[in-house]
């Protein structure tokens, strides 16, 4: 048996040709999906800007309300609007100009009654809500209600309240010796208060 050799090593054995291109030539592959063109990360940049405006606005709010309490205004109509709305909602005067602690808030009015002895008699209690010791004035007018009336005074009286201390509470009355008959009532018509010591003479 001879064997055989060729001087062309090409001669026995075949080349296989490349396999075809599994895309078109010159055809770019597809985009992934979405075009690559979406923004990330700019949700949680809008969330946090929105939550920094809302502090800021916050922030602002209570800048103007803490200033509008503490500082108020120069020419003091805040002082006497509170002033007003106090008259308005006791029925009750004052000559005092204390915004924070209107006289017209410490008292009250408990009983009105008669005293038993064809008299009438009114009392109640007084605290006074400042830090320091204060003399006050209580005037109290009591009216006749029969017949119809709406309230026609048959007396007044003032009671007079020394060196109460500041945030004490006392108790105060007035009395009328001799009333009319039928019904009647009574009324706080004016409390002032002072420092201790220096309420002026009636």
Known sequence: MVEHFDDDPDAEFAVPAPPPPSVTPGSAPPPPSGGGTEPRGCLP???????????????????VIVGVKFF????????A??????????????????????????IRLGVCEGDGNGGVRAAGTLTNWTST?????????FRSMAGGSSGEEFAARVTELDGVAGNATVEWSATVEEAPEGAFACRLVAVNRWKAGQRPAA
């Open 133 to 141: 010791p204060a003399d006050y004035r209580i005037d109290v007018s």
């Open 45 to 63: 940049l809008v969330i946090v800007g929105g939550a920094a405006a809302f502090v800021a606005l916050l922030v602002v709010v209570i800048v």
């Open 72 to 79: 108020g205004t120069d020419d003091g109509s805040s002082d």
């Open 81 to 106: 609007e509170i002033l007003q709305d106090v008259f308005i909602q006791t029925g009750i005067a004052s000559a005092s100009t204390d915004a924070d602690h209107p006289p017209q808030r410490d």
